[in-house]
């Protein structure tokens, strides 16, 4: 099976405060994978690792079959998008200039491509914005404005760092179809979330990272083992063992 992302003994730290101790993961290509874990897990750090946003200290990464060094970083960020928590946005963009310079960026040539900003606007609800200012927007349209710049570049390995992150409903729904329907072209999706119940029902494989580590890998098999007698909120208590703060701390309510 290919692998999209391999992950070898990765470690980062802050002013000698390890974040990501010796971590292991793969991503098979084509696989909608979510990564989840408590907060301060390590997840964001990865992250940005990964999009190349932050260095790290020791180990090795290959992304979409290529060693991720100095020598192959151009070509490997053409073929990676990702959508940050927050979004990362020129803020004095409009909407729609935004998306074409990210388009642009990438050397995308899309025929249509006006048509099909213009479609993904209204899809997401966003169209009345299409000529204001990203520094203007809301959290949530920021957030769907960033995922519709990453998918017009058409990548093969999609990050969406908690994606769901102030959307409303209606666009969560509509967000997980598009990725859907990425999958069925061959992208690789790496999800960070921590709404448990939209990576339990979108993903194919979940790993959960606590304290710097991949405690576990669970593949579609695995899972549909495991959650006949556990939903994924139960299993990932399991293995993300929490300090012991009794309800007594709360006596007085």
Known sequence: MERALI???LTKAYD?????????????????F??????????STLI???????????GS???????????????IKRNVASVL??????????????????????????????SRINSLFSYFEIDEFIHVKTKQLSSGSRKKLAFCAAILTEPKLLFLDEP??????????RMKSVIRKLKERGTTIFITSHILEVVENLCDDIAILHQGKILAYLDSESRKELQKDSNLSEIFEQYVESDTRGEDLLSWM
């Open 61 to 75: 990464i290959e992304v979409n079959g290529l060693p991720y060094n100095s020598a192959n970083e151009i070509e």
């Open 34 to 43: 979510g990564l989840i874990g408590p907060n301060g897990a390590g997840k």
């Open 85 to 114: 928590q927050p979004p990362l946005l020129f803020e004095n963009f409009t909407s729609y200039e935004f998306v074409t310079y990210v388009c642009e960026m990438y050397g995308k040539e899309i025929v249509e491509l006006s």
């Open 16 to 32: 000698m405060t390890p974040v990501l101790k010796e971590l292991n993961l793969e991503v098979p290509s084509g696989n909608i």
């Open 164 to 173: 769901f992150e102030s959307v409303d409903v209606i666009s969560i729904g």
């Open 48 to 58: 940005g690792i990964l999009t190349g946003l932050l260095d790290y200290g020791t």
């Open 7 to 9: 992950i070898r003994e």
